[in-house]
């Protein structure tokens, strides 16, 4: 059990914390966690998008007044001085200006607070023309249910995700119910007090204690939101924060790598794995090494991505998925990350489109030093591991096998072929098995290759 001083300290630190978190719903107080730009603007798109929907909901809420005012019965007395007329139209003015305002700009923060008080100004003059309307003492519209439009008013302000809007406007609901009070009070000239509840419900009088507990009421209302807002916020905040960041990071990963990992019930950790029957490709600019080698690196890099963005395009648009890059070679996969009847047959014709896009190099001014034979690709089909390793802090999605190190060996041998494309006779079989249609210019010949039963020249 803990002693009186171990209960005392948490006592303390439990104080402290609540205090830090009070302060950071005050007007002007700053996020205590540092956020990076593009989270910031992520958050404030989206509270001003919310004042938006605040003023359209403050503009339906003044109609509303304005039908049940214009419906309400009236002494004549209340007929001839009407400043909820003037109430109502000069608040439904100002949100149609603060609408307007908060689509094209977004309201400043000054603009909120500026708002917020208007919200219940109004509401009390509303409220307050009660007694003139119905020709009665002022502490006649102590009694009025208008006062739960205040809840809405606060409630309005949680769209925001920011609890100093709400604990602001409790404070200003609260201080406007307490002048209410007071005018009242001060017109009978404290005569008018009571303590017997049933005079108060039946009369009136005014009761003290009542007021307390609407006034209480209020300033705890607008608390617990702001409590219960300043929770979620930390949630939307990292929400936002991981959102972001797994939008970053997936883009370091194949695409359906990317929503395999998003979609996990578990996560992910080393050693997990299957084995399938996969088709590995292996794509490569021969020369690249000398040529990167004087060049500066923005003309190196230019390249890279002007070769990649097109590679990569046929890749998947041919059911494949990249495993990595490795430099200026590329290394994909079919039927790893996705099941598939036709791995072998899609993995040969994306040779075959590699080659027709690389026939068009010539017109490009970056890509046609690298023009038609210097892009090698070679494809392996057979049984494969696909999984993850590492270690907790750094994992990595591979393949292993006999068909990833195959693939890797033809597409080197190119150079000796003087070919351009390469496959061996198993994976060509079942590429004409899975529906690929060869073209004339295909051919087989012995395997000079260690592994290989036969080579097939692809291009």
Do not use: C
Request: proline share 3%; aromatic share 10%.
């Amino acid at each position: 059990m803990s002693s009186p001083q171990q209960l005392t300290e948490m006592s303390k630190s439990d104080m402290t914390s609540a205090w830090r978190k009070l302060g950071g719903l005050l007007p002007g107080a700053t996020p205590a966690r540092a956020l990076s730009p593009r989270v910031l603007a992520s958050i404030e798109r989206h509270d001003q998008s919310s004042e938006v929907l605040i003023k359209i909901i403050q503009l339906v809420i003044v109609s509303t007044w304005a039908i049940l005012y214009a419906l309400a019965p009236k002494t004549s007395f209340g007929t001839a001085f009407s400043p909820v007329t003037w109430a109502l139209a000069i608040y439904f003015g100002l949100n149609v200006i603060g609408l307007i305002w908060a689509r094209r700009t977004g309201l400043p923060n000054w603009a909120v607070y500026v708002s917020i008080i208007f919200d219940i100004a109004i509401l009390m003059v509303l409220i307050w023309s009660f007694h003139i309307q119905y020709d009665q003492p002022p502490s006649f519209y102590l009694k009025a249910p208008t006062l739960l439009y205040v809840f809405i008013f606060i409630a309005l302000r949680a769209l925001r995700f920011e609890a100093r809007f709400v604990v602001f406007s409790g404070l200003a609901a609260a201080v406007g119910w307490l002048i209410l009070v007071a005018y009242a009070i001060y017109s009978a000239h404290g005569m008018s007090t009571t303590r017997n509840y049933i005079d108060y419900l039946t009369g009136n009088e005014i009761l003290l204690g009542a007021e307390f507990d609407k006034t209480i009421t209020i300033v705890m209302v607008a608390g617990i939101i702001a409590v219960a807002l300043s929770r979620a916020n930390d949630l939307l905040v990292r929400a936002t924060a991981d959102a972001q960041a797994a939008t970053e990071l997936s883009r370091y990963f194949d695409s359906a790598v990317a929503s395999d990992i998003r979609n996990a019930d578990e996560a992910s950790v080393p050693g997990q794995g299957k084995r399938v029957e996969a088709a590995i490709l292996n794509v490569d600019l021969r020369g690249f090494t000398k040529y990167a080698s004087g060049k500066d690196a923005e003309n190196v890099l230019g390249l890279l991505i002007a070769y990649q963005k097109r590679i990569v395009g046929i890749i998947q648009s041919h059911g494949g998925s990249i495993d990595k890059f490795m430099g200026d070679g590329i290394m994909a996969t079919f039927g790893a990350v996705r099941a598939s009847d036709t791995y072998a047959a899609d993995a040969v014709r994306a040779i075959d489109a590699i080659i027709a896009e690389t026939d068009t190099w010539d017109a490009d001014e970056t890509l046609k030093t690298f023009a038609g034979g210097k892009v090698n690709a070679a494809v392996a089909a057979g049984p494969i591991v696909f999984g993850t390793i590492g270690d907790d802090s750094r994992l990595e999605f591979t393949v292993i096998g006999s068909a990833a190190n195959m693939s890797a060996k033809l597409e080197k041998h190119n150079k000796t072929t003087r070919s351009r494309a390469l496959t061996d006779g198993y994976t060509y079989d079942i590429a004409l098995e899975q529906g690929y249609e060869p073209a004339k210019t295909h051919r087989r010949r012995k395997s000079a290759l260690a592994g290989a039963d036969q080579l097939v020249v692809l291009g």
